[in-house]
């Protein structure tokens, strides 16, 4: 198994196991205001599209998207945190989901003219990104616009980074309620590396930076 795999592997077994209290990250005091301006800013990013959300959890960030988006279909590796996305009951006819590797995106999904990833880049291998970013691609209509949204590294607030690896990947030992620990893969890239890597997928990219998180969007090029 190579190295891609296998931290793949580690964090879907992660987020299988976390997704029961996935969404206490969210209730930091700290990161409120940021949350507030997120909650309105994304839905009006992609108001009126047909939206693919890619590794959208436990649905947290499709509640708000659906306030403007036409249509979404959220898709995630992992069965144990659809159910949770499921549970929230949103609208049927306007979401859906389904288990979907993001890296080999099935063109039974259709095309969409939207796109959303929630704290997904900082898990894709820095060999990898490319790969994404051609699957997501194939997925687009000319003219998409996509939202990437996720962590900044805040010293003294974000979980340290244990390690590093030849790559220029960056790791963080995480523990559990149940007490487990997992090594997961936390990438937290510059704006000049994300627009050197999504440059050849995109235009018109913009980048806004919040106190705790970034949120990087473009059009299809």
Request: glycine share 6%; aromatic share 12%.
């Amino acid at each position: 198994m190579t190295d891609s795999a296998l931290a793949d592997a580690e964090l879907r077994k992660y987020y299988a196991a976390r997704a029961r209290e996935y969404e206490k990250i969210y209730e930091k005091p700290e990161r409120q205001a940021d949350l507030r301006k997120l909650e309105v800013l994304l839905p009006d990013m992609l108001a009126g599209r047909r939206v693919l959300e890619l590794a959208c959890g436990t649905g947290y960030w499709t509640q708000f998207l659906i306030r403007k988006a036409e249509h979404i279909v959220a898709v995630d590796a992992s069965p144990e945190t659809l159910e949770l996305a499921v549970a929230k009951e949103l609208p049927s006819q306007q979401v859906e989901y389904q288990v979907a590797d993001v890296y080999e995106l099935s063109a039974a999904l259709g095309t969409f003219d939207g796109a959303f990833a929630g704290f997904w880049w900082s898990h894709v291998p820095v060999r990898d990104q490319p790969r994404f970013l051609k699957s997501l691609d194939e997925r687009l209509r000319p003219g998409a616009r996509i939202a990437l949204l996720d962590n900044r590294y805040v010293e003294g607030n974000s979980t340290p980074i244990s390690h590093r690896d030849d790559d220029g990947n960056t790791f963080q030992r995480r523990r559990l309620d149940d007490g487990s620990e997992h090594v997961v893969l936390k990438n937290f890239p510059t704006e000049q590396q994300l627009r050197r890597v999504i440059g050849a997928y995109g235009r018109k990219m913009e980048f806004l930076r919040l106190q705790y998180y970034w949120v990087f969007c473009y059009e299809k090029a």
